[in-house]
């Protein structure tokens, strides 16, 4: 719901749908275009009753309203018309406060309703959810009412308790009251708060703030002005002192950090816990003032870090320990001095930690080369890890461009790890090698390969690091890392490949760029088949925006060819699958050849093996393009004419032309042979290719018309031959539908009176004022002389008068002067001029050109022929069906109008008739009509005005237009398959059919379901119902055949045999005869029972199939023969192929028990046969 509704019965239907859909569990409405009544959409409240008495029911239509979910809530409220902003005269919900309520329901989500109350006050409600709900509220009464302003002064600190955490007390408090709250800033001196919105919402958002004003004023704050320097002594270690006042006193304390620079302390609270607070900490800041004294120390800077500890815990711990405060310099100072702060007997202590700190950890450098580094880490860490591990406090950095490796950490851990990285360093000098080669740069990428490949390869194989300075850098030097022969391998592979670049070919193939696309394949997928077929062939495509046609080869000269050749071919046949054809088809047509869901036009590309493209149902386009092999494009092509022809007596000639005369039969831009298939009822004509040389030219279209065309299209050819010229003349484009005239009547007596044809500027045509002449000379002539004869009449302006009764002059003005704007369109622009309304005149004045100005009096006074003859007939049709019956915003009528030429009025609505008692069933599609006509409703009763005979033939067209109901008797059980995934099957069918299908709820188990649409349609709906039943009841007996289920007694030692290898022959049985096979689960009862389901006679040969297997291995013996353990493997053979081959010779083969439980030293090999003639060994 996204509209703005004004409170009429149609927008309240609309809110309460969610309801609808409620009380029917899902199924669809019954009757769409059901209008509730009055008192259905506005019901009378409750009567009110005593204050304890509970026991009452919901009074009236009330009743059957259910509960709102929880999720979703309604607002009303009203807006005096004092205080209404927009006040405007126009119609009631189509001012400035429609436009307003869209934009908010946009803005949040919310559904508004307006409704004007006999005060001419504003009741608006709101639903939705109560976040979009608020945001509404606040909207409306900010943008539809108008606003008021007051001031609240608090005192300054409490303004950040209206404000809130992240402004959202704030927020919460402007929603709750739809006002908007401006407090000042914080450098701003004023304490006062301005409240903007209604009297009410100001009321409410002051009473608030007063609130929390006087919450805080019962808290109080302190603030203590103390040295920095005694804070530590003052929070304590780790805190603790500070903690433990605050626990005691209840007061809040904020001590600065020791970053800040700040000598103040604050304690929040109630004001007795604040005072004790402060008593407590300025006794403690007086007894450290007092007693402490200070020593100073210079440590070095590097040290200090030392003493701090991570996250300052070792000056925690020394004042923990000692009491004594350390105070270090800034990181960003470069003084070395530390001052110790405390009593004189703790300062020794405290100073002998501070120096032990100090030097609790050594810093040490081992020198390695930086190419080193890396091996020194190891592999994902591998070599260092050892070390840290083994010493956790030791941290190693390595730099990177730096031959030195730095550790710090306690000084025993240092001395071990820096002779642990010192062994390494000396171990891998022994073993590892470095060498440096020198390839020019142009040739680095080619090195390196797509994705790093080749030096993937490389590093991969021969265990190396190998360093390809970036382009940036224009180095050619490569350097080569790791073990001194790999490094030589690497080195030698790297110049081989730098070599045989320099004697590569580079070959550029020309490549039209709109086959480039289709070389390289979605995603890429063909090219990296011809690049694996040729990888040492480097194929390089032009960027698409340099819209070039040169493909790069790169490679050994021989690949280079061999790849150019098979790229050329590759090409050969893109080009002749890139063939098309485009073939003219009536629009109506091109649904019935996309067929259902697709089907036709499917069909037709998989056996012609083509891509079809048909035009956008928007689209005025009626071409589709056919695009493949030519054989192909024809055979898709044909049978796509096949399909037209079936549908509409489509006759196609071929009209032989010379092809000399093809482009001047087209004329320039198409228009005359586009003018040519317009006056032939829109005959298709197609002339062959340019430079193709053939002289075919196609007429498909309608058997008359197409015959009409050819005629013409000769004639035009011959007066080309014989001599044919070509004029131009202008005229305005409003004089161009009077030439034309009605019916194209004028234009075709200068035609059959000169022989000449004349063509004006179609509506795409940038000239829009041009006409062409075409014919013979003399031809031309005579049309010219009289086309410019009639503009210089149009041309020519005067003034006329007629007498019209002014009982007529409504019909002319009504509808913003439609009539008279018609009149002005077809008869070159003349100007027709009515008294003013109030004037008592009947003389009506016409201005124009002489010729429209006779032809338009002419026109006005067939009018008042047709007014004077008509008549006003009746229809009565229900009241539920006029939304129906008049369309999609008015189309359907409106198109009646147009087509019989009459006006239809409809009713106003008639809210108090309560519901409708006597419903359609069974498809009875006159039982209301009929029932009407003896006591018709003024509300049922549609007014159509006009000559007699269209009244009567526009009566029809309208009652052909009521939707009827029928019932079609599905079994409930297929109820859920006729719906289909989320609703898919039955749209799709109501779309298809152009019906509403209503299936009943479950637990109705009601077989009935309704079709309502137009008389035409639902035959066929009912129809496609029963053919899906159809379908879905034999599929259900396909399922109960399928489900025949055979049990056969297998003995289980025969099970894996008949499984075969990876399951292999039970799967070929599975597949031979389309049954399920299961053989039984280990711990099952009955390990000899097999099942077979399928069709029962799949069932048996599948059967037959196993007991035949059973049979063949019944019919097998097995023999045991000792052997010593010691020939086994001789016996067996690299990987089997010994005892494969004895095997395969005397058609012998191990049981399962051999691979599965293998043989003991001394066991038997077992063989099994079943024509055991002698012995195998």
């Given at each position: ?428 000098l022994t073993r590892m090698d470095y060498t440096e080669i020198t390839v020019e740069q142009k040739y680095h990428r080619h090195l390196i390969g797509k994705n790093g490949a080749n030096i993937n390869r490389i590093k991969e194989q021969y265990k190396v690091s190998v360093r390809i300075p970036p382009d940036n850098e224009k180095s050619h030097l490569i350097r080569i890392e790791g073990e001194p022969q790999g490094v030589q391998l690497a080195k030698k592979e790297l110049l081989e490949m730098a070599i045989r670049m320099e004697n590569e070919r580079t070959k550029d193939l020309i490549i039209e760029q709109r086959l480039h696309r289709s070389i390289i394949g979605q995603k890429g ?653």
């Amino acid at each position: 719901m996204s509209s703005v509704a004004v409170l009429t019965p149609e927008s309240f239907a609309e809110h309460r749908s969610g309801l609808g859909d409620q009380e029917t569990r899902g199924g669809v409405p019954e009757d769409e275009a059901y209008i509730p009544t009055y008192l259905e959409a506005f019901p009378p409240l409750p009567e009110k009753g005593t204050p304890g008495d509970k026991s009452g029911e919901p009074i009236g239509a009330w009743s059957k309203i259910r509960p709102i979910k929880s999720s979703v809530i309604t607002q009303v409220f009203h807006v005096p018309l004092e205080e209404r902003r927009y006040k405007d005269n126009s119609q009631f919900g189509e001012g400035e406060e429609a436009k307003v309520c869209l934009d908010i329901m946009q803005k949040t989500g919310a559904h508004i309703e307006l409704s004007l109350a006999k005060d001419q006050g504003l009741s608006i409600m709101v639903t939705g959810k109560l976040d979009s709900v608020m945001k509404a509220r606040k909207e409306i009464v900010a943008r539809l009412q108008t606003q008021a302003s007051a001031t609240v002064t608090i005192p300054k600190e409490h303004h950040r308790f209206v404000i809130g955490k992240n402004g959202e007390k704030l927020q919460e408090l402007e929603l709750k009251t739809a006002t908007k709250i401006n407090i000042p800033r914080p450098d701003d001196p004023s304490n006062q708060i301005k409240i903007t919105g209604t009297k009410e919402g100001i009321e409410k958002s002051r009473h608030e703030i007063l609130l929390i004003s006087a919450e805080q004023d019962k808290r109080a704050v302190e603030r203590i002005n103390l040295e920095k320097v005694f804070h530590p002594f003052i929070a304590g270690a780790y805190n603790k002192v500070v903690q433990e006042i605050m626990q005691e006193t209840g007061a809040r304390i904020n001590i600065p950090p020791p970053s800040i620079n700040k000598d103040e302390i604050f304690i929040t609270g109630e004001k007795e816990p604040v005072a004790q607070a402060g008593t407590r900490i300025r006794k403690i800041y007086e007894d450290k003032k007092r007693k402490t004294t200070t020593i100073s120390v210079e440590v070095k800077k590097s040290q200090h870090k030392y003493i701090i500890g991570p996250k300052g815990n070792t000056l925690q711990e020394i004042l923990d320990m000692t009491g004594v405060s350390v105070e270090m310099p800034s990181l960003e100072s470069s003084s070395e001095t530390i001052i110790l702060r405390g009593e004189p007997d703790k300062l020794g202590p405290a100073l002998t930690q501070v120096y032990a700190k100090a030097k609790s950890v050594m810093v040490a450098e081992v020198t390695a080369p930086a190419w080193l580094h890396r091996f020194i880490i190891g592999k994902k860490g591998q070599n260092i890890g050892r070390i840290t591990q083994q010493l956790p406090k030791v941290h190693i950095e390595f730099t990177d461009g730096d031959d030195k490796i730095t550790l710090e950490g306690p000084t025993e851990e240092v001395e071990i790890a820096q002779t642990q990285i010192q062994d390494i360093i000396n171990d891998l000098l022994t073993r590892m090698d470095y060498t440096e080669i020198t390839v020019e740069q142009k040739y680095h990428r080619h090195l390196i390969g797509k994705n790093g490949a080749n030096i993937n390869r490389i590093k991969e194989q021969y265990k190396v690091s190998v360093r390809i300075p970036p382009d940036n850098e224009k180095s050619h030097l490569i350097r080569i890392e790791g073990e001194p022969q790999g490094v030589q391998l690497a080195k030698k592979e790297l110049l081989e490949m730098a070599i045989r670049m320099e004697n590569e070919r580079t070959k550029d193939l020309i490549i039209e760029q709109r086959l480039h696309r289709s070389i390289i394949g979605q995603k890429g997928e063909k090219i990296k088949e011809v690049r694996d077929k040729f990888p040492e062939v480097i194929i390089n495509f032009p960027d698409p925006v340099q819209k070039s046609d040169i493909v790069q080869l790169r490679g050994p000269k021989n690949e280079v060819e061999k790849c150019g050749k098979f790229l050329q071919k590759v090409i050969a046949d893109l080009i002749e699958n890139s063939y098309s054809v485009s073939i003219p088809i009536f629009k109506q047509f091109h649904k019935n050849i996309i067929g259902k869901g697709g089907a036709n036009i499917k069909k037709i590309r998989e056996e012609t093996n083509t891509k079809i493209d048909l035009p956008t149902e928007n689209s005025n386009s009626e071409v589709i393009l056919i695009t493949g092999k030519k054989a192909n494009c024809e055979a898709a092509r044909d049978r796509i004419l096949a399909i037209q022809r079936e549908l509409a007596n489509i006759k196609e000639v071929d009209v032989l032309i010379p092809a000399k005369l093809h482009n001047s039969l087209i004329g320039a831009k198409g228009r005359l042979v586009r003018s040519l298939m317009e006056e032939c009822g829109g005959v298709h004509i197609h002339f062959p290719s340019e430079g193709s040389g053939s002289d075919k030219v196609t007429i498909r279209g309608p058997v008359e018309e197409v015959e009409k065309a050819r005629k013409q299209l000769l004639q035009l050819a011959e007066e080309k031959q014989i001599n044919n010229c070509t004029v131009e003349l202008h005229a305005k484009p409003e004089y161009h539908k009077f030439l034309i005239g009605r019916g194209g009547g004028n234009i075709r007596r200068v035609r059959d009176r000169t022989g000449a044809r004349i063509i004006f500027p179609a509506a795409d045509d940038r000239d829009q004022e041009l006409i062409t002449i075409v014919g013979k000379e003399e031809a031309i002539k005579q049309a010219h002389k009289e086309l410019e004869i009639l503009i210089k009449n149009l041309d020519n302006v005067i003034e006329d008068l007629m007498i019209v009764d002014p009982k007529y002059h409504r019909h002319f003005v009504a509808r913003r002067g439609q009539v008279l704007r018609e009149i002005a369109e077809e008869y070159g622009g003349v100007t027709v001029s009515f008294p003013r309304t109030g004037v008592q005149s009947d003389r009506v004045v016409l201005k124009g050109a002489k010729d429209c100005v006779e032809a338009a009096k002419r026109r006005i006074q067939e009018i008042i022929g047709d007014l004077e003859a008509q008549v006003t007939l009746e229809c009565v049709i229900p009241q539920r069906f006029h939304r129906a019956v008049m369309g999609l915003k008015g189309s359907k009528v409106q198109q009646i109008t147009r087509d019989y030429d009459v006006q239809i009025k409809f009713p106003e609505r008639d809210e108090s008739q309560g519901l409708d008692l006597h419903p359609q069933e069974n498809g009875d599609m006159n039982s209301d009509l009929r029932e009407s006509e003896h006591t018709p409703r003024k509300c049922d009763v549609i007014i159509i005005s006009g000559r007699k005979e269209k009244c009567e033939a526009a009566r029809e067209a309208l009652l052909a237009l009521v939707p009827v109901t029928v019932d079609v008797e599905v079994p409930f059980d297929l109820h859920r398959y006729i719906i289909g995934q989320k609703g898919s099957g039955i749209r799709k069918m109501m779309e298809e059919y152009e019906v509403n299908i209503a299936v009943p709820p479950p637990e109705q188990q009601s077989d009935v379901i309704k079709i309502t649409g137009l008389a035409v349609n639902l035959e066929r709906a009912r129809a496609g119902i029963l053919e899906r039943v159809r379908e879905l009841q034999a599929e259900q007996e396909d399922r109960a055949l399928r489900g025949f289920k055979l049990i056969m007694s297998v003995d289980p030692k025969y099970h894996p045999k008949i499984i075969g290898r990876k399951g292999a022959v039970i799967s070929q049985i599975r597949k031979d005869h389309d049954v399920n096979i299961q053989f039984p689960d280990k711990g099952d009862e009955n390990q000899d029972m097999i099942s077979i389901t399928g069709y029962e006679r799949n069932t048996e040969s599948a059967k037959d199939a196993i007991m035949k297997i059973v049979a063949d291995l019944e019919e097998m013996v097995s023999e045991d023969i000792n052997l010593d353990h010691r020939v086994h493997a001789r016996i067996i053979g690299g990987r089997g192929k010994a005892v494969r081959k004895i095997m395969e010779e005397f058609k012998v083969k191990p049981p399962h028990s051999v691979h599965s439980e293998g043989l003991s030293n001394s066991r038997l090999l077992v063989a099994e046969t079943s024509r055991l003639t002698g012995p195998c060994f």
